[in-house]
């Protein structure tokens, strides 16, 4: 069709922003519009678009371990310094060692539910929590603190949950996520950052938002997928395809002696090795063809992650690989 791969304005087609508001103003109870809407090439970019924005040299992120390892990078490319919380050991928020880490020059916060590697999904109480302690952190310090959750597992819950939705909660929130995971479209590099209704200047921060999309030689997301994903807006895999091979993963990681946690959503297990050295572990599940990711390269060591969204072939033989290890 004519013109379906034309120029466009730095945020994407509005037509495409208009449906992402629409399902995301369900979802959320807020007003969104299109122009709260800037359309990205995937999750990762929509990350360091608002970091780019947001950061001066020297501002602090805290990210909460375990985290997604890329996090640390994002930061440091737009200046910023990444600062470590540790999450409580079964994974949940805990607000005191988060309250440790806000110091006055505390520029964000990234928060990842359902969390990669882990699998928690952080429950409406334990957002609430944060999004008071964050109120009051800024009303002490007198600055302003971004709220950045990215999203992208959102789709993916198992046992009939529903996502505890974070942006109703703090104003200065902002989303980032993809349709790599609820569409299955990974290599297409399809996403978006949206921005709370609520917070008092988003037309600045969305002229913000635009201007670095271009600037970090994104431009603007592909036009094809914009096309594709408008038309897509609510539909997701089906969270029970995963939460089936959950539930054998996890099944049988228990029955071997293994300690990890019952994931809540994405596709992934974190349990712990058996051993106190994850690499070393991760090097002699290698030796039976199992490859996992050593735990400290998400900010945890002494765990190990497993992604469970292959072949049930492939787990079923993963399986006698990690029982070998255990044993030995």
Request: aromatic share 10%.
């Amino acid at each position: 069709m004519a013109g379906m791969h034309r120029y466009m304005p730095n945020p994407g087609y509005l037509e495409t922003r208009q449906a992402v508001a629409g399902t995301l103003a369900e979802e959320s109870g807020l007003p969104f519009e299109g122009g709260d809407i800037v359309m990205t090439c995937g999750a990762a970019a929509a990350a360091n678009v608002v970091l780019k924005t947001i950061l001066n040299p020297g501002d602090e992120v805290i990210i909460l371990a375990p985290y997604f390892f890329e996090y640390l990078f994002y930061i440091d490319n737009h200046g910023g310094v990444a600062i470590v919380a540790n999450t409580t050991d079964r994974f949940r928020l805990d607000l005191s060692a988060i309250e440790q880490a806000i110091t006055p020059r505390t520029r964000a916060i990234v928060v990842n539910s359902p969390n990669n590697p882990s699998g928690v999904v952080y429950s409406a109480d334990e957002i609430v929590g944060l999004s008071d302690l964050l109120n009051r952190k800024q009303a002490e310090h007198g600055t302003e603190i971004f709220l950045i959750s990215d999203e992208p597992y959102k789709r993916i819950i198992f046992d009939g949950m529903e996502f505890p939705q974070l942006l109703p909660s703090y104003d200065n929130s902002i989303i980032v996520t993809s349709h790599a995971k609820d569409l299955a479209l990974p290599g297409e590099r399809i996403g978006f950052i949206a921005i709370n209704p609520n917070y008092p200047e988003k037309e600045e921060l969305a002229g913000g938002f635009s201007f670095c999309n271009r600037t970090l030689g994104f431009v603007n997301a592909p036009a094809l997928m914009q096309h594709v994903v408008r038309n897509l807006q609510g539909v997701s895999v089906d969270p029970d395809y995963y939460q089936r091979k959950r539930d054998f993963m996890y099944t049988a990681l228990m029955e071997m002696g293994y300690d990890t946690v019952k994931p809540e959503g994405a596709f992934y297990l974190y349990p712990k090795a058996p051993i106190e050295d994850d690499v070393a572990f991760t090097k002699d599940l290698l030796q039976s063809n199992v490859l996992v990711v050593p735990g400290r390269g998400f900010g945890t060591p002494g765990y190990f992650r497993i992604s469970y969204c292959v072949e049930d072939w492939v787990l079923e033989g993963a399986v006698e690989g990690l029982a070998k290890a255990v044993a030995a």
